[in-house]
């Protein structure tokens, strides 16, 4: 069974700093989808960014960025520039590709704190 | 841009009684899922649905739940009788479809609270 892991449970970041998350995942399947998603206080989960195992470019969107390392299983998230409206709980979530698997499995999460 | 949108956003329930759960997910998705969150653990998948079928669920996901699309809006997630341990955030999702590239997309979910 696939794993995901997030090993801060709490992370703070000085308005305008750069900020980075981490995951680990563990699996034996050689392609699949990773996630990371956002849920502020509204508690609407926000799709942040999405990187595809085969593809070794990592994920950029915007001010958010991925490191993906597949060798070691770690998929970090850094948020350049942060800003208040990105204080919320992080969620990185692995997804298997393959015929008639949709779920995500899900992290415990990081709760992000922006200091103005 | 369009949304998942769950309702109500917060039920109360009292133990051993039905409740129904509503979502309305994007109109032209096919495929539409029930996520719970216990407060402060992660995000649990409980079943996905195509085709007016359940696709895959989980071993949460027992006799007690069921999902409907009683229309073509609609999709429901019931429990027959709630117990304590449901208390939890329920998170409807929808994707379009289930090829590479199609991400979920949530709504905002509802916080079943069972006393």
């Known amino acids: 069974a696939q794993t995901v892991t997030q090993s801060q449970p709490e992370m703070s970041v000085q308005e305008a700093e750069t900020v980075t998350l981490s995951c680990t995942y563990d699996t034996s399947e050689s392609d699949y989808y990773l996630f990371w998603y956002k849920q502020p206080p509204s508690r609407q989960m926000i799709l942040v960014i999405r990187?595809?195992?085969?593809?070794?470019q990592n994920a950029t969107e915007n001010r958010f960025s991925v490191n993906f390392q597949k060798a070691a299983k770690s998929f970090s998230l850094k948020i350049s520039d942060s800003q208040l409206g990105d204080a919320a709980m992080y969620f990185c979530?692995?997804?298997?590709?393959?015929?008639?698997?949709?779920?995500?499995?899900f992290g415990k999460g990081t709760k992000l704190s922006v200091i103005p | 841009e369009p949304e998942v949108t769950q309702t109500p956003s917060h039920q109360v329930t009292q133990m051993g009684q039905e409740v129904i759960l509503r979502c309305v997910p994007i109109?032209?998705?096919?495929?539409f899922y029930w996520y719970r969150q216990i407060l402060g653990q992660k995000v649990e998948f409980l079943v996905s649905?195509?085709?007016?079928?359940?696709?895959?669920k989980s071993e949460i996901f027992d006799d007690q739940f069921s999902v409907e699309r009683p229309d073509g809006s609609n999709f429901t997630l019931k429990i027959r009788s709630t117990k304590l341990e449901d208390s939890a955030m329920y998170f409807c999702a929808s994707s379009l479809d289930r090829v590479r590239d199609s991400p979920l997309h949530f709504g905002n979910g509802t916080r079943l609270t069972v006393t």
């Open positions: 990187q595809e195992a085969y593809k070794q």
């Open positions: 979530a692995y997804r298997r590709i393959g015929a008639g698997s949709y779920q995500l499995t």
């Open positions: 649905f195509y085709n007016n079928e359940i696709s895959e």
């Open positions: 109109s032209n998705h096919l495929y």
